[in-house]
């Protein structure tokens, strides 16, 4: 079975910068996209930035400038480097396999058509 773990959260302050990693699983990299997305409780679930089957990469404009998202093929692990953090980064942050772009009402995790994986907290003080 496909499974996904990320890891890499944290407390920061502000201006600080964190590296999450997403392990994959039961899924060679170059078979889905795989994507970054972000919950506040109560929020709704947020795409962040994907890197495609291709390589190919996209930010949302929330992202770009700051994060960047990158793959180890041989680890078959997806990374999203976020620095110049901000307050409101703070979020549950998951990675997934799939194409779910834009925002989504509901839990993150309830998203039809994504493999998702736990989440990893990164809080960011000011």
């Known amino acids: 079975s496909v499974q996904l773990a990320e890891s890499g959260g944290g407390s920061v302050q502000a201006g600080e910068s964190l590296r999450l990693a997403c392990t994959v699983s039961?899924?060679?990299?170059?078979?889905?996209?795989v994507g970054w997305y972000r919950q506040v409780p109560g929020d709704a679930c947020r795409w962040v930035s994907r890197?495609?089957?291709?390589?190919?990469?996209h930010y949302a404009d929330s992202a770009k400038g700051r994060f960047a998202i990158s793959q180890d093929n041989i680890k078959n692990a997806v990374y999203l480097e976020m620095r110049a953090l901000k307050p409101e980064d703070t979020a549950v942050y998951y990675c997934?396999?799939?194409?779910?772009?834009?925002?989504?009402?509901?839990?993150?995790?309830?998203?039809?058509?994504?493999?998702w994986g736990q989440g990893t907290q990164v809080t960011v003080s000011s």
């Open positions: 997934a396999a799939g194409d779910m772009v834009g925002t989504w009402l509901g839990s993150c995790r309830a998203y039809p058509g994504n493999t």
């Open positions: 039961g899924l060679p990299l170059n078979a889905r996209n």
């Open positions: 890197i495609d089957r291709d390589g190919s990469l």
